[in-house]
């Protein structure tokens, strides 16, 4: 546990019990904005208001302003290669008060998180009021965010935010550089899009006055959505070119609200199909979910969205984590990113309807974590990816059958990870996401924990690892967890130690490689020794194969590792003389295939 962690947990703000503690706290903002979006100039103008408020026992003398969309800027540093097309200007910052004083900023030197000092302290329990005006370019090359065609934008990360201040790292001060994602605040918001006529505006959050922006037929069907099992087409690429969507007048403001949430966006378009229908998501209350999506009409994937995100919510809310879907909407837009946002996706189209679905799966998967958890997946992505791909995973055996959804999984994920000896490859996961780059990054956050949780759950049993999968969510939505939480809330839920599993997955140079060193025969019982060469705890299956070709398969779970991390020993006890045996790790993909049979 790292120095930071340690004072937190001292401090009386986190507990060991996986609980937050009394002395938890996190900081909250109240934000209302009103945002111009201009197609012919490709520029996003803005106001916002922020009623701070500061709940640290700490007085801050300065606050951290982060703008995401600044790695557009030509002096930013960047993780990547980008071309011409991704750099932009940047942000403008046309007006800074805080309380009624005016701050003379130039933000021409701004990055994407910048100091600004304060003339007046913000107090332990006080609020301040931060006015801000701004404008910035979008990005001809589209990716989380920018311009997706030339009269098509998602307009994400797209207002200066007040950055995170928490109990264990103080202000969250990293650049962002393009590959790692967020860390934000849950805060209260209220935004209005102001757009030309014909322009639609799909965003994050409730739609508030769909009277003063919609015509009489869309406006109907899309209430009626809000009811409704089937998919409805609102608007058709005819209704838009024709006019017949929007209120005619030369612009539109559109304004949505949404409280107690991590981010908001928004995308626009004057030619995208609009469908939209609704989902059950909490059975007890009959509450729903409105479901809805905006693509090109020459989409192949987008037309079944409606219907994918409903079978996604449906299972997500129900099966796996069976928690209902927190909030009142969910919208898949057509962009290039494959990309989570709150109530949002941003996911490329493709003609491969099965892939495209197993996408968009993964990223309403990502509504839990990190959106309805608060993680912070600079530091720690293996916490929102990991949980989201395994997430991807069971709703893909439930649609797909669990041989396809095994093929994919086996070799979209664990394949290039498994296949590359490069050292990078087996750093522990607990590293932060900001120390490794390139494949080492996406195995630590997608691959590798993925598998320890897939491995957790076999052995803890499907019903006590809900039961603790659902403790440790009630205890930290809307809270920011570390996985020192994440550790110990398990540990206490489970009323076991797991400090063994979590060294061995998380604080480790391990891989997943497994080796019969030896079998030794007393008539037709047999002694297996199994060697682990590559160290994880990983749950295996036996395969017995007799005389006469029958096949017994004996399962082990990640507990045969618990005392002796190194080797174990499987005793078949068989009715016939043995033939062959074999160990198979199924997802848990071998290093080294070749030393996992046995011939007699």
Known sequence: MPRNIKNAYDAGTRSYDGKPAKGYWQNHGKYDMNIKVSPDTKIVDGTETIIYTNNSKDTLKRVMIRFVNNVHKTEAPRADYNSKDFLTTGLNISAFEVDGQKYSIDSKNWGTATGVKLKSPLLPGKSATFSISWNYPLSKESGREGQIDSTTFFVAYAYPRISVYDDYNGWDWLPHLGRNEFYNDFNDYKFAVKVPKNYVVWGTGDLLNTDEVLQA???????????????????????????????????NIWKFAVNNITDVTFGLSNHYVWDAGSVIVDKKTGRRTSLQSAYDSKAKDFPHAVKWSKDALDFFSNQMPAV?????????????????????????????????????????????????????????????????????????????????????YKNFRVNRWINDPAAEEDQPIITLGTQVSGSGYGNNAYVKPSLAYMGLKDLLGDELFMKVLHEYMARWNGKHPIPWDFFHSFNDASKQDLNWYWNNWFFSNNYTDLAIEKVSIKGNNHQVLIKNVGGFAIPFDVKVTDIDGKTTIIHKTPAIWKENQKSATVLVEASKAIKSISIDGGLFMDAKPADNHWNK
């Open 217 to 251: 037929g869309p406006k109907a069907k899309l209430i009626r959505s809000y009811t409704s099992d089937e998919v409805t087409n609102i608007a058709s690429a005819d209704d838009m070119k024709q006019g017949l969507v929007t209120k005619q007048k030369d612009w």
């Open 324 to 408: 209902a879907y927190p909030y009142p909407k969910m919208t898949a837009f057509q962009g290039f990113a494959d990309m989570e946002f709150p109530m949002m996706v941003n996911d490329t189209s493709t003609p491969d309807l099965p892939f495209s679905q197993f996408v968009l799966n993964h990223e309403v998967a990502h509504t839990y974590f990190p959106f309805y958890m608060g993680i912070n997946e600079t530091d720690y992505p293996f916490m929102d990816e990991g949980w989201a791909t395994t997430l991807e995973y069971f709703i893909g055996k439930q649609q797909f059958g669990k041989a396809a959804a095994d093929s994919l």
